[in-house]
């Protein structure tokens, strides 16, 4: 044939494909829960294409409210919220739905969190730096049913059932503390300064003195390196 037979040939740019509804639909739907907003907008962006993003919360009270709501398959939730954490947020939603599927998502890497969270009821805790990829397959394996663990923090579940950690005791301690004493302890146990520990948390070398004195006091410590022995002893830091 020749060209005026098959008619004009053109290089037209062709039209971006429109994503299947079916494939869409298939995806596992997703709240994302975390007190950054820089945070949750990054994990937008990582799984955004991947999953159904259904809402957000930043607080313990918007994210019961959101999760109730929706319904998603998982909730990616930190452990350390306004309002009570990650563990209030389970607790409220489980009393209502007893089926919702939480995976923690942290920076902390700390065994009292683990333990506190998945006691609590998550299938899972995976830590801040994992990729999106990874994280869009624990999504994936925690909707399914699977348990998804980061392999450094699986070791603290182990040692949990197998009686290597004392869970009664690291619980009932560390329930005398508060959010903020509990972060001024691990910083002070990993060998900060005063200095550097109020420069972390944007508060006073005064204000971290109390919180170390308030420390000591409740956990009826003598000094600073009692503190750090007790804090390595239950894997703090």
Known sequence: MTDSETGPQTNAPQAPATPDPRTQNSY????????????RSGVRAEIGAKTRLLGEADDVD????VVLETRPD????DVHLPGGGGVEVIRRVHEKNADQKFLALSVSDAAEDVIGVIRAGARGYVTKSISGDEL????????EGDAVFSPRLAGFVLDAFSGAIDIASVDEDLDRLSQR???VLRLIARGYAYKEVARELFISI?????????????????????LTRWATDRRLV
């Open 206 to 226: 005064k204000t971290v003195e109390t919180h170390v004195s308030s420390v000591l006091r409740k956990l009826q410590l003598s000094n600073r390196h009692q």
């Open 74 to 77: 998982v909730v990616l939730l």
């Open 136 to 143: 869009i397959d624990a999504i994936r394996r925690v909707a």
């Open 28 to 39: 596992h739907s997703v709240v994302v829960v975390d007190d950054h907003a820089m945070f």
């Open 62 to 65: 918007s994210a019961v409210r």
């Open 181 to 183: 004493e509990r972060e």
